[in-house]
């Protein structure tokens, strides 16, 4: 595994590794909510916490990090102010497939590119021999519904990984 040279290597595979798997174009590093313009749908990459290493072996050191996807989705309230239910279902079908899509892949960087594959891929790793693994697979681990925030329903999908250093 490379060792953790910073949040912007995993950040880039992310990006990359949610284009390639899902097509979704607009994903930003998550700065907060305000004074941005939100697309149709896009997802925000959050680091939410500490990066604290613990000593493995002498060599190495190992710190969990976690990982906070922040999905959205336009929708527009109907006249009596509610978010109709086929809105929030289609908005819960494009968070389960963001989920989907990166549980258990790994986040890659190969000749200065960055990429989320399955560590069983063969093709991927055919066609980028020089890929280094980033950190460990990446492991769903929550879901929450954040609010409806400026005609945006929002879900963190949260994931964990490991890094060294």
């Given at each position: 595994?490379?060792?953790?040279?910073?949040?912007?290597?995993?950040y880039?595979?992310?990006?990359?590794?949610i284009?390639?798997?899902?097509?979704?174009?607009?994903?930003?590093?998550?700065?907060?909510y305000?004074?941005?313009?939100?697309?149709?749908q896009g997802?925000?990459?959050?680091?939410?916490?500490?990066?604290?290493f613990?000593?493995?072996t002498?060599?190495?050191?190992?710190?969990?990090?976690?990982?906070?996807?922040?999905?959205?989705?336009?929708?527009?309230?109907?006249?009596?102010g509610?978010?109709?239910?086929?809105?929030?279902?289609?908005?819960?079908?494009?968070a389960l497939?963001?989920?989907?899509?990166?549980?258990?892949?790994?986040l890659?960087?190969?000749?200065?590119?960055?990429?989320?594959?399955?560590?069983d891929?063969?093709?991927?790793?055919?066609?980028?021999p020089?890929?280094?693994?980033?950190?460990?697979?990446?492991s769903?681990?929550?879901?929450?519904?954040?609010?409806?925030?400026?005609?945006?329903?929002?879900?963190?999908?949260?994931?964990?990984?490991?890094?060294?250093?």
């Amino acid at each position: 595994m490379k060792k953790f040279e910073g949040l912007s290597p995993l950040y880039k595979a992310l990006k990359r590794g949610i284009y390639d798997l899902t097509g979704v174009e607009d994903v930003n590093w998550f700065h907060g909510y305000e004074n941005i313009v939100l697309r149709e749908q896009g997802i925000f990459i959050d680091f939410p916490d500490e990066i604290l290493f613990e000593k493995i072996t002498k060599s190495m050191k190992r710190a969990p990090v976690r990982i906070r996807l922040h999905v959205y989705t336009k929708v527009i309230r109907d006249v009596d102010g509610y978010v109709p239910h086929e809105q929030a279902e289609a908005h819960d079908t494009f968070a389960l497939m963001v989920r989907d899509q990166l549980d258990n892949k790994g986040l890659f960087e190969a000749e200065g590119d960055f990429y989320a594959a399955d560590f069983d891929n063969e093709d991927f790793f055919i066609s980028n021999p020089q890929a280094q693994q980033l950190c460990r697979a990446l492991s769903f681990t929550g879901w929450r519904y954040y609010h409806y925030f400026e005609g945006q329903m929002v879900t963190f999908v949260e994931f964990t990984t490991e890094v060294e250093a």
